[in-house]
Protein backbone atom coordinates (compact mmCIF):
# COMPACT_ATOMS: atom_id res chain seq x y z
CA UNK A 1 0.00 0.00 0.00
CA UNK A 2 1.32 3.38 -1.31
CA UNK A 3 2.21 5.64 1.79
CA UNK A 4 1.15 9.30 1.98
CA UNK A 5 4.31 10.86 1.72
CA UNK A 6 5.11 8.34 -1.22
CA UNK A 7 2.04 9.54 -2.78
CA UNK A 8 2.75 13.16 -1.62
CA UNK A 9 5.84 12.72 -3.50
CA UNK A 10 4.55 11.18 -6.64
CA UNK A 11 2.23 14.27 -7.51
CA UNK A 12 4.86 16.88 -6.63
CA UNK A 13 7.61 15.03 -9.13
CA UNK A 14 4.66 15.13 -11.50
CA UNK A 15 3.78 18.75 -11.32
CA UNK A 16 7.54 19.19 -11.82
CA UNK A 17 7.93 17.49 -14.58
CA UNK A 18 4.25 18.90 -16.38
CA UNK A 19 5.79 22.76 -15.76
CA UNK A 20 7.57 22.36 -18.98
CA UNK A 21 4.92 21.53 -20.87
CA UNK A 22 2.62 24.92 -19.50
CA UNK A 23 5.76 26.99 -20.17
CA UNK A 24 6.42 25.89 -23.56
CA UNK A 25 4.16 28.95 -25.42
CA UNK A 26 6.34 31.42 -23.56
CA UNK A 27 9.48 29.25 -24.09
CA UNK A 28 10.55 31.52 -27.51
CA UNK A 29 9.99 34.78 -25.53
CA UNK A 30 13.50 36.27 -23.94
CA UNK A 31 13.45 37.20 -20.14
CA UNK A 32 16.78 37.82 -19.37
CA UNK A 33 16.53 41.08 -21.52
CA UNK A 34 14.42 43.92 -22.90
CA UNK A 35 12.44 43.07 -25.64
CA UNK A 36 12.80 44.60 -28.79
CA UNK A 37 9.89 45.54 -31.39
CA UNK A 38 11.42 42.24 -33.60
CA UNK A 39 11.30 39.99 -30.31
CA UNK A 40 7.65 40.45 -29.58
CA UNK A 41 6.72 40.51 -33.35
CA UNK A 42 8.87 36.85 -33.51
CA UNK A 43 7.12 35.33 -31.09
CA UNK A 44 3.01 36.66 -32.12
CA UNK A 45 3.91 35.31 -35.69
CA UNK A 46 5.27 31.78 -33.85
CA UNK A 47 2.57 32.01 -31.32
CA UNK A 48 -1.05 33.50 -32.42
CA UNK A 49 -3.72 31.64 -33.03
CA UNK A 50 -4.43 33.41 -36.08
CA UNK A 51 -0.77 32.98 -37.98
CA UNK A 52 -1.19 29.15 -36.60
CA UNK A 53 -4.42 28.62 -38.30
CA UNK A 54 -3.59 30.45 -41.63
CA UNK A 55 -0.99 27.79 -41.78
CA UNK A 56 -2.80 24.78 -40.82
CA UNK A 57 -5.13 26.29 -43.83
CA UNK A 58 -1.75 26.22 -46.19
CA UNK A 59 -1.17 22.17 -44.78
CA UNK A 60 -5.11 21.70 -45.76
CA UNK A 61 -4.17 23.47 -49.13
CA UNK A 62 -1.19 21.20 -49.89
CA UNK A 63 -3.67 17.96 -49.17
CA UNK A 64 -5.87 18.81 -51.32
CA UNK A 65 -3.60 19.27 -53.92
CA UNK A 66 -1.98 15.84 -53.36
CA UNK A 67 -5.32 14.32 -53.60
CA UNK A 68 -5.77 16.19 -56.98
CA UNK A 69 -2.58 14.48 -58.07
CA UNK A 70 -3.62 10.89 -56.95
CA UNK A 71 -5.79 11.12 -59.94
CA UNK A 72 -2.54 10.55 -62.47
CA UNK A 73 -1.13 7.40 -60.14
CA UNK A 74 -1.88 3.83 -60.07
CA UNK A 75 -4.37 2.51 -57.28
CA UNK A 76 -3.42 -0.89 -55.88
CA UNK A 77 -5.74 -3.02 -53.99
CA UNK A 78 -5.93 -6.51 -52.73
CA UNK A 79 -8.88 -8.40 -52.31
CA UNK A 80 -10.23 -11.41 -50.67
CA UNK A 81 -13.61 -13.14 -50.87
CA UNK A 82 -15.41 -16.32 -50.41
CA UNK A 83 -17.54 -18.37 -52.91
CA UNK A 84 -19.63 -21.31 -52.14
CA UNK A 85 -22.46 -22.60 -54.91
CA UNK A 86 -24.64 -24.36 -53.15
CA UNK A 87 -23.81 -27.79 -54.65
CA UNK A 88 -21.89 -30.92 -53.58
CA UNK A 89 -18.92 -30.10 -56.24
CA UNK A 90 -14.73 -30.07 -55.96
CA UNK A 91 -15.35 -26.88 -58.33
CA UNK A 92 -11.94 -25.04 -58.00
CA UNK A 93 -14.37 -21.85 -57.66
CA UNK A 94 -15.49 -23.16 -53.83
CA UNK A 95 -13.81 -21.76 -50.96
CA UNK A 96 -11.67 -18.06 -49.93
CA UNK A 97 -9.93 -16.53 -53.27
CA UNK A 98 -7.07 -13.60 -52.80
CA UNK A 99 -6.08 -11.18 -55.35
CA UNK A 100 -3.67 -8.24 -55.98
CA UNK A 101 -5.44 -5.66 -58.56
CA UNK A 102 -3.27 -2.37 -59.84
CA UNK A 103 -5.23 -0.33 -62.25
CA UNK A 104 -4.62 2.94 -63.88
CA UNK A 105 -6.23 6.09 -65.31
CA UNK A 106 -4.13 6.52 -68.72
CA UNK A 107 -6.25 9.90 -69.75
CA UNK A 108 -9.30 11.05 -68.16
CA UNK A 109 -10.34 14.07 -70.69
CA UNK A 110 -8.71 16.42 -68.53
CA UNK A 111 -10.47 16.27 -65.43
CA UNK A 112 -7.51 15.47 -63.52
CA UNK A 113 -5.22 17.81 -64.41
CA UNK A 114 -7.73 20.80 -63.90
CA UNK A 115 -8.58 19.52 -60.31
CA UNK A 116 -5.04 19.58 -59.76
CA UNK A 117 -4.98 23.11 -61.59
CA UNK A 118 -7.54 24.30 -59.65
CA UNK A 119 -6.12 23.03 -56.16
CA UNK A 120 -2.92 24.57 -57.14
CA UNK A 121 -4.59 27.94 -57.50
CA UNK A 122 -6.30 27.26 -53.92
CA UNK A 123 -2.95 26.28 -52.46
CA UNK A 124 -1.63 29.97 -53.70
CA UNK A 125 -4.25 31.76 -52.57
CA UNK A 126 -3.77 30.48 -48.58
CA UNK A 127 -0.14 31.12 -49.54
CA UNK A 128 -1.22 35.03 -49.69
CA UNK A 129 -3.59 34.66 -47.02
CA UNK A 130 -0.74 33.60 -44.32
CA UNK A 131 1.56 36.46 -46.14
CA UNK A 132 -1.62 38.79 -45.12
CA UNK A 133 -2.20 37.02 -41.68
CA UNK A 134 1.75 37.81 -41.20
CA UNK A 135 1.72 41.31 -42.11
CA UNK A 136 -1.53 41.77 -40.14
CA UNK A 137 -0.46 40.64 -36.99
CA UNK A 138 2.95 42.56 -37.52
CA UNK A 139 1.61 45.89 -37.71
CA UNK A 140 -0.79 45.07 -34.46
CA UNK A 141 2.06 44.11 -32.47
CA UNK A 142 3.77 46.88 -33.60
CA UNK A 143 0.65 49.29 -33.18
CA UNK A 144 0.13 48.19 -29.39
CA UNK A 145 3.87 47.78 -28.94
CA UNK A 146 4.16 51.79 -29.67
CA UNK A 147 1.07 52.35 -27.75
CA UNK A 148 2.81 51.24 -24.85
CA UNK A 149 5.30 52.93 -24.87
CA UNK A 150 3.24 55.94 -25.50
CA UNK A 151 0.83 55.20 -22.69
CA UNK A 152 4.58 54.76 -20.42
CA UNK A 153 5.60 58.06 -21.50
CA UNK A 154 2.59 59.68 -20.84
CA UNK A 155 2.49 58.42 -17.40
CA UNK A 156 6.08 59.27 -16.72
CA UNK A 157 5.39 62.89 -17.33
CA UNK A 158 2.14 62.74 -15.43
CA UNK A 159 4.53 62.12 -12.42
CA UNK A 160 6.97 64.64 -13.09
CA UNK A 161 4.26 67.19 -13.49
CA UNK A 162 3.10 65.72 -9.83
CA UNK A 163 6.60 66.04 -8.33
CA UNK A 164 6.75 69.59 -9.96
CA UNK A 165 3.73 70.89 -8.33
CA UNK A 166 4.94 69.25 -4.85
CA UNK A 167 7.74 71.32 -5.35
CA UNK A 168 6.14 74.48 -5.99
CA UNK A 169 3.38 73.98 -3.58
CA UNK A 170 6.42 73.52 -0.96
CA UNK A 171 8.25 76.94 -2.51
CA UNK A 172 4.88 79.25 -2.09
CA UNK A 173 4.72 77.66 1.87
CA UNK A 174 7.70 79.04 2.25
CA UNK A 175 7.18 82.45 1.14
CA UNK A 176 3.90 81.98 2.85
CA UNK A 177 6.14 81.33 6.25
CA UNK A 178 8.42 84.08 5.58
CA UNK A 179 5.96 86.36 5.18
CA UNK A 180 6.58 86.99 1.68
CA UNK A 181 3.28 85.81 0.02
CA UNK A 182 -0.73 85.74 0.97
CA UNK A 183 -2.11 82.75 2.52
CA UNK A 184 -4.26 82.39 -1.03
CA UNK A 185 -1.64 82.13 -2.60
CA UNK A 186 -1.31 78.70 -2.11
CA UNK A 187 -4.53 77.47 -3.64
CA UNK A 188 -4.19 77.19 -7.14
CA UNK A 189 -1.01 75.74 -6.62
CA UNK A 190 -3.04 72.61 -4.41
CA UNK A 191 -5.87 72.71 -7.40
CA UNK A 192 -3.20 72.10 -9.90
CA UNK A 193 -1.49 69.56 -7.97
CA UNK A 194 -5.18 67.43 -7.13
CA UNK A 195 -5.54 67.88 -11.19
CA UNK A 196 -2.13 66.25 -11.85
CA UNK A 197 -2.58 63.66 -9.25
CA UNK A 198 -5.80 62.92 -10.80
CA UNK A 199 -4.26 63.22 -14.68
CA UNK A 200 -1.39 60.36 -13.00
CA UNK A 201 -4.56 58.12 -12.15
CA UNK A 202 -5.98 57.88 -15.41
CA UNK A 203 -2.63 57.80 -17.17
CA UNK A 204 -1.15 55.01 -14.89
CA UNK A 205 -4.22 52.55 -15.53
CA UNK A 206 -3.79 53.88 -19.20
CA UNK A 207 -0.23 52.42 -19.34
CA UNK A 208 -1.68 48.74 -17.46
CA UNK A 209 -4.23 48.29 -20.55
CA UNK A 210 -1.76 49.42 -22.58
CA UNK A 211 0.36 46.45 -21.46
CA UNK A 212 -2.37 44.17 -21.26
CA UNK A 213 -3.03 44.72 -25.45
CA UNK A 214 0.51 44.25 -26.18
CA UNK A 215 0.70 40.88 -24.50
CA UNK A 216 -3.01 40.29 -26.04
CA UNK A 217 -1.67 40.76 -29.63
CA UNK A 218 1.34 38.97 -29.18
CA UNK A 219 -0.78 35.80 -27.99
CA UNK A 220 0.47 36.13 -24.51
CA UNK A 221 -2.17 35.95 -21.72
CA UNK A 222 -2.44 38.54 -19.18
CA UNK A 223 0.47 38.97 -17.07
CA UNK A 224 3.20 41.64 -15.90
CA UNK A 225 4.40 44.35 -17.77
CA UNK A 226 6.93 43.62 -20.53
CA UNK A 227 10.36 44.82 -20.57
CA UNK A 228 10.81 46.68 -24.01
CA UNK A 229 13.41 49.09 -25.39
CA UNK A 230 12.61 52.53 -26.77
CA UNK A 231 13.97 53.19 -30.15
CA UNK A 232 15.46 55.92 -32.17
CA UNK A 233 13.03 58.66 -33.91
CA UNK A 234 12.45 57.77 -37.44
CA UNK A 235 14.08 59.42 -39.76
CA UNK A 236 11.66 62.28 -41.87
CA UNK A 237 12.93 61.25 -45.11
CA UNK A 238 9.84 59.16 -46.98
CA UNK A 239 9.62 58.36 -50.69
CA UNK A 240 7.54 59.90 -53.16
CA UNK A 241 4.21 58.41 -53.46
CA UNK A 242 4.40 57.30 -56.63
CA UNK A 243 6.95 55.15 -55.84
CA UNK A 244 4.68 54.31 -52.53
CA UNK A 245 2.03 53.33 -54.84
CA UNK A 246 4.15 51.39 -57.40
CA UNK A 247 5.70 48.89 -54.56
CA UNK A 248 2.19 48.65 -53.34
CA UNK A 249 0.68 47.21 -56.53
CA UNK A 250 3.79 45.02 -56.64
CA UNK A 251 4.09 43.33 -53.37
CA UNK A 252 0.75 43.47 -51.99
CA UNK A 253 -0.48 39.73 -50.83
CA UNK A 254 -3.97 40.97 -51.85
CA UNK A 255 -2.75 41.15 -55.46
CA UNK A 256 -1.07 37.65 -55.44
CA UNK A 257 -4.18 36.60 -53.91
CA UNK A 258 -6.43 37.46 -56.50
CA UNK A 259 -3.95 36.08 -59.50
CA UNK A 260 -4.52 33.08 -57.86
CA UNK A 261 -8.13 33.62 -57.34
CA UNK A 262 -8.90 34.57 -60.84
CA UNK A 263 -6.46 30.89 -61.88
CA UNK A 264 -8.85 29.30 -59.63
CA UNK A 265 -12.07 30.24 -61.35
CA UNK A 266 -11.23 29.57 -64.56
CA UNK A 267 -9.83 26.11 -63.62
CA UNK A 268 -13.71 25.28 -62.35
CA UNK A 269 -14.36 27.00 -65.54
CA UNK A 270 -12.42 24.70 -67.43
CA UNK A 271 -13.70 21.43 -65.74
CA UNK A 272 -17.71 22.66 -66.16
CA UNK A 273 -16.91 23.14 -69.73
CA UNK A 274 -15.62 19.16 -69.85
CA UNK A 275 -18.50 18.08 -68.28
CA UNK A 276 -20.75 19.73 -71.71
CA UNK A 277 -18.41 17.60 -74.14
CA UNK A 278 -17.72 14.08 -75.13
CA UNK A 279 -15.09 12.73 -72.50
CA UNK A 280 -12.75 10.01 -73.62
CA UNK A 281 -11.85 7.83 -70.98
CA UNK A 282 -8.48 5.34 -71.51
CA UNK A 283 -7.72 2.76 -68.79
CA UNK A 284 -5.91 -0.48 -67.94
CA UNK A 285 -5.09 -2.68 -64.89
CA UNK A 286 -3.60 -6.11 -64.00
CA UNK A 287 -4.37 -8.38 -61.27
CA UNK A 288 -2.55 -11.23 -59.98
CA UNK A 289 -4.34 -14.05 -58.73
CA UNK A 290 -3.23 -14.89 -55.16
CA UNK A 291 -3.74 -18.00 -52.54
CA UNK A 292 -7.20 -20.39 -53.97
CA UNK A 293 -7.86 -17.61 -56.95
CA UNK A 294 -9.60 -18.98 -60.51
CA UNK A 295 -6.88 -17.27 -62.41
CA UNK A 296 -3.45 -16.84 -62.13
CA UNK A 297 -3.16 -13.60 -63.44
CA UNK A 298 -4.98 -11.15 -66.53
CA UNK A 299 -4.88 -7.56 -67.39
CA UNK A 300 -7.28 -5.72 -69.29
CA UNK A 301 -7.07 -1.86 -71.47
CA UNK A 302 -10.31 -0.01 -71.75
CA UNK A 303 -10.78 2.70 -74.02
CA UNK A 304 -14.46 4.71 -74.01
CA UNK A 305 -15.82 8.03 -74.76
CA UNK A 306 -19.28 9.30 -72.83
CA UNK A 307 -21.09 12.04 -73.38
CA UNK A 308 -24.06 13.87 -70.99
CA UNK A 309 -26.94 14.11 -73.67
CA UNK A 310 -29.56 15.38 -70.86
CA UNK A 311 -29.24 16.88 -67.18
CA UNK A 312 -32.15 19.27 -67.20
CA UNK A 313 -29.46 22.52 -68.00
CA UNK A 314 -27.53 21.35 -64.71
CA UNK A 315 -23.67 21.49 -66.96
CA UNK A 316 -24.66 24.55 -68.60
CA UNK A 317 -25.64 25.64 -65.66
CA UNK A 318 -22.65 25.08 -64.01
CA UNK A 319 -20.78 26.72 -66.75
CA UNK A 320 -22.48 30.56 -67.20
CA UNK A 321 -22.19 30.28 -63.06
CA UNK A 322 -18.11 29.80 -63.24
CA UNK A 323 -18.17 32.16 -65.88
CA UNK A 324 -19.42 34.89 -63.95
CA UNK A 325 -17.02 34.03 -61.09
CA UNK A 326 -14.22 34.43 -63.61
CA UNK A 327 -15.47 38.12 -63.97
CA UNK A 328 -16.37 38.79 -60.70
CA UNK A 329 -13.43 37.88 -59.54
CA UNK A 330 -11.22 40.28 -61.98
CA UNK A 331 -14.01 43.08 -61.52
CA UNK A 332 -12.83 42.72 -57.64
CA UNK A 333 -8.94 42.80 -58.72
CA UNK A 334 -9.24 46.34 -60.60
CA UNK A 335 -11.47 47.86 -57.23
CA UNK A 336 -8.86 46.41 -55.24
CA UNK A 337 -6.28 47.96 -56.94
CA UNK A 338 -8.12 51.00 -56.75
CA UNK A 339 -8.57 50.66 -52.93
CA UNK A 340 -4.88 50.21 -52.55
CA UNK A 341 -4.24 53.05 -54.27
CA UNK A 342 -6.55 55.14 -51.40
CA UNK A 343 -4.78 52.86 -48.52
CA UNK A 344 -1.41 54.30 -49.86
CA UNK A 345 -2.39 58.05 -50.20
CA UNK A 346 -4.00 57.87 -46.76
CA UNK A 347 -1.14 55.98 -45.06
CA UNK A 348 1.26 58.64 -46.82
CA UNK A 349 -0.53 61.67 -46.13
CA UNK A 350 -0.92 60.32 -42.07
CA UNK A 351 2.92 60.08 -41.71
CA UNK A 352 3.69 63.49 -43.92
CA UNK A 353 0.86 64.89 -40.90
CA UNK A 354 2.52 62.93 -37.93
CA UNK A 355 6.12 64.40 -38.99
CA UNK A 356 5.04 67.72 -39.42
CA UNK A 357 2.93 67.31 -36.17
CA UNK A 358 6.01 65.81 -34.60
CA UNK A 359 8.36 69.05 -35.50
CA UNK A 360 5.64 71.42 -33.98
CA UNK A 361 5.58 69.45 -30.90
CA UNK A 362 9.11 69.93 -30.41
CA UNK A 363 9.37 73.72 -31.12
CA UNK A 364 6.04 73.71 -28.26
CA UNK A 365 7.96 72.39 -25.43
CA UNK A 366 11.10 74.46 -25.80
CA UNK A 367 8.50 77.52 -25.61
CA UNK A 368 6.66 76.21 -23.10
CA UNK A 369 10.03 74.97 -21.05
CA UNK A 370 11.26 78.83 -21.44
CA UNK A 371 7.83 80.06 -20.33
CA UNK A 372 7.81 78.13 -17.44
CA UNK A 373 11.22 79.23 -16.37
CA UNK A 374 10.55 82.82 -16.75
CA UNK A 375 7.32 82.23 -14.74
CA UNK A 376 9.12 80.66 -11.75
CA UNK A 377 11.93 83.55 -12.01
CA UNK A 378 8.90 86.34 -11.88
CA UNK A 379 7.54 84.62 -8.71
CA UNK A 380 10.56 84.44 -6.83
CA UNK A 381 11.46 87.94 -7.72
CA UNK A 382 8.35 89.18 -6.55
CA UNK A 383 7.24 90.11 -9.90
CA UNK A 384 4.65 87.07 -10.81
CA UNK A 385 1.36 85.53 -8.78
CA UNK A 386 1.22 81.72 -8.31
CA UNK A 387 -1.51 81.74 -10.80
CA UNK A 388 1.13 82.13 -13.83
CA UNK A 389 3.16 79.36 -12.18
CA UNK A 390 0.33 76.87 -12.79
CA UNK A 391 -0.87 78.29 -16.41
CA UNK A 392 2.95 77.76 -17.77
CA UNK A 393 3.09 74.21 -15.94
CA UNK A 394 0.18 73.26 -17.30
CA UNK A 395 1.38 74.91 -20.77
CA UNK A 396 5.04 72.84 -20.20
CA UNK A 397 3.00 69.52 -19.08
CA UNK A 398 0.80 69.41 -22.33
CA UNK A 399 3.37 70.54 -24.74
CA UNK A 400 5.50 67.52 -23.37
CA UNK A 401 2.22 65.13 -23.59
CA UNK A 402 1.72 66.56 -27.56
CA UNK A 403 5.47 65.37 -28.04
CA UNK A 404 4.81 62.13 -26.65
CA UNK A 405 1.94 61.63 -28.76
CA UNK A 406 3.23 62.75 -31.60
CA UNK A 407 6.44 60.77 -31.85
CA UNK A 408 4.81 57.19 -31.07
CA UNK A 409 2.24 58.45 -33.21
CA UNK A 410 4.76 59.01 -36.28
CA UNK A 411 6.23 55.28 -35.36
CA UNK A 412 3.24 54.02 -35.82
CA UNK A 413 2.33 56.02 -38.85
CA UNK A 414 5.66 54.64 -40.52
CA UNK A 415 4.20 51.09 -39.67
CA UNK A 416 1.07 51.18 -41.60
CA UNK A 417 2.81 52.96 -44.51
CA UNK A 418 5.11 50.27 -44.80
CA UNK A 419 2.31 47.91 -44.45
CA UNK A 420 0.44 49.84 -47.15
CA UNK A 421 3.23 49.33 -49.60
CA UNK A 422 2.95 45.68 -48.80
CA UNK A 423 6.42 45.57 -46.99
CA UNK A 424 7.04 42.75 -44.51
CA UNK A 425 7.85 43.75 -40.92
CA UNK A 426 9.28 40.85 -39.83
Known amino acids: MVSKKGLLAGLMFALVCAAPLFASDAANLPSDRTLSLSDCIGYALAHHGSVLSAKQDIKSGSANTTQARAGYMPKLSVGSYYNNNGQNTNSSYDGIQHSLQITETLYDGGRTQTAIRQAKSNEQVLATQLDLAQQDRALKVTEAYFGALKAK ?47 KIQRDNNARMA ?14 ELKIEDVQEPSANTPSLENCIESAL ?28 PVPTVGASYGIGLGGASYSNQWSVGIGLSLNLFDGGAAKAAVDSNKAKVDSVKLLTEQMKKDITTDVEQSYLNLTSSLEQLTASKSNVTLAQKNLEVAKAKYQQGL ?6 TTAQTSYSEALANNAQSLYNSYIARAQLDKAMGKKGY
Do not use: C, Y
Open 153 to 199: HLADIALQTVTQSEEQLKLIKARIDAGDAAQVDVFPVEVQLANARLT
Open 211 to 224: WNSLRNTMGLPNGP
Open 250 to 277: ANRPEVAKTSAQIESAEAALAQARIETL
Open 384 to 389: AIPLEI
